[in-house]
């Protein structure tokens, strides 16, 4: 079973500032790769998908980047609606199935 | 538009068996190149992938809980029903069911609002 690790568990930024969010992989997912913002009591929100992909209505500051077995999510300009926790998933063929991160949870500083 | 909604029991025994039911609107699940989803998340903790089961009736399964879990669809309702045996504490957690679909590579893109199961005697 393939086992995404992210770093780091928590980060504390300012808003305006950059952010980097780190998910790496115990073997090649290839670009198989998303990333999802979970805010308190609500359900997750797909952000990035195939690595770099941004989904519908996501704004540009979200970028995603990487392949093999290491990832980066970065936002450019922190809003203060994206302190949040953020998951990074990958999903597989072979064995054929999903894994999440344990989260990186970004919070105020 | 897309929406999904859970439901099922808040309160199981341990050993129990859990069903939860998916009800969705606003995309057939014969309709190629679809799939739903659950996934759950512990009080505080990460989110976990359970099962999935496509347009074809093609199904897949975590494999540390493929023994417990079943997943099966029925078109007609736009339902898709997963059921979990034996169930014990730690398997207290919210459930999520989500829509995939082939266009957006089978991401979880459409989510439920999620259903609190609490494992207790």
């Known amino acids: 079973e393939i086992v995404l690790t992210q770093s780091p568990a928590t980060l504390s930024l300012s808003p305006g500032e950059r952010a980097t969010l780190s998910c790496r992989a115990s073997q090649s997912v290839s670009s198989y790769l998303a990333w999802y913002q979970q805010k308190p009591g609500q359900a997750p929100r797909l952000l990035i998908y195939d690595a770099s992909n941004r989904a519908t209505g996501i704004p540009a500051r979200f970028s995603g980047s990487g392949s093999g077995t290491d990832f980066t999510l970065t936002i450019s300009s922190l809003e203060p609606e994206d302190f949040a926790v953020y998951y990074c998933?990958?999903?597989?063929?072979?064995?054929?199935?999903?894994?999440f991160g344990q989260g990186t949870k970004l919070e105020i500083k | 538009q897309i929406t999904l909604k859970e439901s099922g029991p808040t309160l199981v025994k341990p050993t129990q068996t859990l069903t939860l039911t998916c009800t969705f609107s606003?995309?057939?699940?014969?309709?190629?190149?679809?799939?739903v989803g659950w996934i759950r998340q512990p009080p505080g903790k990460a989110l976990e992938w359970l099962a999935l089961i496509y347009w074809d009736d093609d199904k897949r399964y975590s494999p540390s809980l493929k023994s417990r879990l079943t997943i099966t669809k029925d078109t007609s309702k736009n339902q898709v029903v997963l059921t979990m045996t034996n169930m014990d504490p730690v398997d207290t957690a919210t459930y999520y069911c989500a829509h995939v679909e082939r266009t957006l590579e089978y991401y979880f893109d459409y989510w439920g609002q999620g259903t609190l199961v609490t494992v207790s005697s």
């Open positions: 998933q990958q999903r597989s063929n072979w064995p054929p199935g999903y894994t």
């Open positions: 606003g995309f057939s699940l014969s309709t190629s190149g679809v799939g």
